[in-house]
């Protein structure tokens, strides 16, 4: 059923989640975890997000990525039993999408719970990374700012979990959505369809909003007053 531009259908409700970890290298824990309930591509009620503190090494890339230190995470985050638990209430049963679902669910969620020897309602739902790569041609490669950036959604990406879901929704909803509505994918089954290469449609090809005269005046002006 079609609703709104951009929407997938009024009916389908998942969760975009994102994660920061210890590093790659297993086993991998997770030290930020940020949620969005989503109705279709709109984002709906207020975003989930906890700091957990597992206490274990961290990978020196990874610090230098996201700045989240062992011993910040010591003072500001949370036990990881309440972590989790709060984060599997808010997720329930609904289906769970992330860019790089491969990584956020297969490596970091399911393990966790696993050595936490929690209990796991949760379901995998579609991969936004493979959508992308499925629906967007010839991008030398496709980490989330490199689309971002294809898109001119945005130049720079922070790596906390609630920024890089902001990013992420603002490209479903403004981009990828509104493509899938035009060749009539409303349902989220067919969006996992599309992101698992099952379901074909034509491709979407990056075009940047024209640049805003003024802004670009301000941005001379402020270049100049550095270098004075």
């Known amino acids: 059923m079609k609703t709104a531009e951009g929407r997938m259908g009024h009916e389908d409700r998942w969760v975009l989640i994102d994660t920061e970890t210890t590093g790659l290298n ?15 591509w709109e984002p709906s009620g207020d975003p989930f997000h906890v700091l957990i503190n597992f206490d274990v090494p961290m990978e020196p890339d990874a610090v230098r990525i996201h700045k989240y230190t062992r011993d910040y995470l010591r003072h500001k985050g949370c036990p990881p039993q309440e972590s989790l638990d709060r984060f599997r209430r808010f997720a329930g049963a609904m289906p769970l999408a992330s860019y790089n679902l491969a990584f956020d669910w297969d490596r970091v969620i399911v393990p966790t719970f696993r050595r936490m020897g929690m209990p796991n309602t949760m379901q995998p739902g579609f991969c936004v990374l493979d959508l992308v790569r499925n629906l967007v041609p010839r991008l030398y490669n496709y980490r989330l700012i490199t689309v971002l950036k294809a898109f001119g959604i945005a130049e720079k990406q922070k790596h906390h979990a609630l920024d890089d879901i902001d990013m992420v929704i603002r490209l479903l909803r403004e981009k990828i959505g509104p493509h899938l509505l035009s060749h009539n994918i409303t349902s989220l089954h067919d969006v996992k369809r599309c992101a698992e290469g099952r379901l074909k449609v034509p491709p979407l090809v990056p ?16 270049m100049r007053e550095r270098k004075a």
């Open 207 to 222: 075009s940047k909003p024209k640049p805003d005269p003024e802004a670009l005046l301000r941005k001379l002006a402020r």
């Open 26 to 40: 297993d086993p991998v824990y997770p030290i930020e975890i940020g949620a969005q309930l989503m109705q279709g």
